[in-house]
């Protein structure tokens, strides 16, 4: 059975930076991709950014310039490296995963952007 497990929210002021860890386990034989959405309260989840399995990477305009998505293959792991925060990015994070065309998510991290 595969699982998502999220980790790193979590307070910050504006202009800080936090990093975001989504581990994937399990049987993992085929990754098509690997990323996060947000859902701000009274808001729709949106996207923020993901990696495919052949390693493009592809983020919100609202993102683009302050978040780095990485990955680690030989862990399952990909990694959100957020700087510059804004009190707007505050959300729940999600991680999104498409395994052999199939679609999981993570169980969310909050993350609090303060003025």
């Known amino acids: 059975q595969e699982q998502v497990v999220e980790s790193g929210g979590g307070l910050v002021q504006a202009g800080g930076s936090l990093r975001l860890s989504c581990s994937v386990s399990?049987?993992?034989?085929?990754?098509?991709?690997m990323g996060w959405y947000r859902q701000a309260p009274g808001k729709q989840r949106e996207f923020v950014a993901d990696?495919?399995?052949?390693?493009?990477?592809t983020y919100a305009d609202s993102v683009k310039g302050r978040f780095t998505l990485s990955r680690d293959n030989a862990k399952n792991t990909v990694y959100l490296q957020m700087n510059s925060l804004r009190v707007e990015d505050t959300a729940v994070y999600y991680c999104r995963t498409i395994i052999a065309h199939v679609l999981y998510w993570g169980q969310g991290t909050q993350v609090t952007v303060s003025s």
């Open positions: 990696v495919t399995g052949g390693g493009t990477t």
């Open positions: 399990g049987r993992i034989f085929d990754i098509n991709a």
